[in-house]
């Protein structure tokens, strides 16, 4: 069984910066892209950043773009996420996911979720 354990949030003034990490387990890491999406109170979940199986290829939602950088280290199964320049309106629960190795696109696993809650 897969297991994916955020870690990393916290409460961060306007302009801070923050690192998610984001163990996994109980599957070959480097065999999945790997995900960051966030869901802020009364809004649905977004997309906020992916990054290719080996790390070569990532890719942003429009409002991370510059300012977050994904990351990962499959030695040590995990993926980063690190938030620079942050906003009031970053302030969300994030949530780390593995895609599937079958299905582009479809995320087949999902971390509990750390808070991030930014100040303004």
């Known amino acids: 069984q897969v297991q994916l354990v955020e870690s990393g949030g916290g409460l961060v003034q306007a302009g801070g910066s923050l690192r998610l990490s984001c163990a996994a387990s109980g599957r070959t890491f480097s065999n999945s892209p790997m995900g960051w999406f966030r869901q802020a109170p009364g809004k649905e979940r977004e997309f906020v950043a992916r990054i290719s199986r080996l790390g070569v290829s990532t890719r942003y939602s429009d409002s991370v773009k510059g300012r977050f950088t994904i990351s990962r280290d499959n030695a040590k199964n995990t993926v980063y996420l690190q938030m620079r320049s942050l906003k009031a309106e970053d302030t969300a629960v994030y949530y780390c996911?593995?895609?599937?190795?079958?299905?582009?696109?479809?995320?087949?696993?999902w971390g509990q979720g750390t808070q991030v809650t930014v100040s303004s």
């Open positions: 996911a593995m895609e599937s190795v079958v299905v582009a696109g479809q995320y087949d696993f």
